[in-house]
């Protein structure tokens, strides 16, 4: 089985300062890819970032990187240059083979507060 | 349009309603999935559809009834539903049931009140 933790339930940060978040996982599989979903107040779900696990260069899409740590089984997410449209819920999601195949399995999400 | 749209956006029903949660996608995805989001809870996966077979059906109660009549189109019947049901229910697409390394595609949700 999946699971995927986020340890930090509130965090904020001021606005164009860098903020990290706090990540872990575990699986058996050898094969699978990780995400960080936002979810502002509209609900909606959005696609922040995608990692491949066996691909070693941590993943970057503008102002938000990952680090991602195999060994340790983290996963963390980045956000440099903080704005105020940042403010959301963020969840990790781990999707593995095996029996979670085709499966997305979530973290208990982080509430991102951004301070102007 | 494009994107995952479900309706209606909020919906407040007694114990002994029967109503029913939509889902529609032009995405040309092959599977889709209903979650519950529920407050200070990981997101529960409540069913898995592909190519408009049910994959998958993660232990959810009988007063939950999926129906996928083609790709497009997810449907979630609700009926003698408890309070405890109150939720957010987001509705998500992928490329395919084994394609979802590439991410869900999500709705906007469904907030249902069970009172």
């Known amino acids: 089985a999946q699971t995927v933790t986020q340890s930090q339930p509130e965090m904020s940060v001021q606005e164009a300062e860098t903020v990290t978040l706090s990540c872990t996982y575990d699986t058996s599989e050898s094969d699978y890819y990780l995400f960080w979903y936002k979810q502002p107040p509209s609900r909606q779900m959005i696609l922040v970032i995608r990692q491949e696990a066996y691909k070693q260069q941590n993943a970057t899409e503008n102002r938000f990187s990952v680090n991602f740590q195999k060994a340790a089984k983290s996963f963390s997410l980045k956000i440099s240059d903080s704005q105020l449209g940042d403010a959301a819920m963020y969840f990790c999601?781990?999707?593995?083979?095996?029996?979670?195949?085709?499966?997305?399995?979530f973290g208990q999400g982080t509430i991102l507060t951004v301070h102007p | 349009e494009t994107g995952v749209t479900q309706t209606p956006r909020h919906l407040v029903m007694g114990m002994t309603n029967k109503k029913s949660l939509k889902c529609e996608q032009h995405?040309?995805?092959?599977?889709m999935y209903w979650y519950k989001q529920s407050a200070k809870k990981p997101l529960e996966l409540m069913f898995v559809?592909?190519?408009?077979?049910?994959?998958e059906n993660n232990s959810v109660p009988s007063r939950f009834s999926p129906e996928c009549p083609n790709s497009s189109h997810l449907f979630l019947h609700l009926h003698t539903l408890q309070p405890e049901d109150s939720a957010l229910y987001l509705c998500?697409?992928?490329?395919?049931?084994?394609?979802?390394?590439?991410?869900?595609?999500f709705g906007s949700g469904t907030r249902l009140t069970v009172v």
């Open positions: 995405l040309g995805h092959n599977a």
């Open positions: 998500a697409s992928s490329l395919g049931a084994g394609q979802a390394n590439y991410g869900y595609t």
């Open positions: 999601a781990l999707e593995a083979g095996g029996t979670s195949y085709g499966k997305l399995t």
């Open positions: 559809y592909s190519l408009e077979e049910r994959v």
